[in-house]
């Protein structure tokens, strides 16, 4: 390979790179759900697996195609109680009026964590997220719960988070 080609080579093998940073494994911005006065865990990260971001900031939402894309969420976290072998979960989409639930989601959370979660110690949750050809193009606030099952919501880990669906 002569000089010019190798080097046109490896321009558009470092762009190549540069393009797919912002693919990668991100950290997503998030807030709670609660005040912290009634806060009962404490979310230290939530990344999302692949995300694209397009300035790659946090706080830019995560892009994701429908019905092509399947994404990884990863959210490390603490909680101040005990809970059960059984751990509920749910995801909506966040509405003004009411949640929406994500169809077809996995509502037994110790599939993707360690259970019984005890309180104090800082745990890992990891949920494959199908992202369906069904769901509407656009911006999404996402609201995403784990709780003990026969508990009161009130004792629970609740963020949210913004994708947009292409």
């Known amino acids: 390979m002569n000089r010019s080609r190798a080097n046109l080579f490896l321009f ?24 912290p006065e009634v806060r009962h865990c404490t979310v230290h990260s939530v990344k999302i697996d692949p995300c694209f ?7 830019d939402p995560c892009e994701l195609r429908r019905g092509v894309d399947n994404a990884t969420l990863v959210m490390e976290y603490t909680t101040d109680f005990n809970t059960t072998d059984h751990v509920l979960q749910m995801a909506h989409k966040s509405e003004p009026i009411a949640d929406i639930p994500l169809e077809g989601m996995d509502t037994e959370a110790c599939h993707y964590t ?7 110690e800082r745990s890992t949750y990891t949920f494959p997220i199908e992202i369906k050809e069904v769901y509407p193009e656009g911006p999404y606030t996402i609201k995403w719960k784990l709780w003990n099952d026969g ?4 004792e ?3 963020l949210k988070f913004k994708i947009v669906l292409h």
Do not use: H, M
């Open 53 to 59: 971001q397009e300035n790659g900031l946090a706080t």
């Open 114 to 120: 360690t259970c019984p979660i005890i309180a104090g």
């Open 156 to 158: 629970a880990c609740c």
């Open 151 to 154: 508990e009161a919501i009130k």
């Open 12 to 35: 558009q093998l470092i762009g190549f790179f540069f393009y797919f940073e912002n693919i990668a494994c991100a950290d997503v911005q998030f807030s709670n759900c609660w005040k």
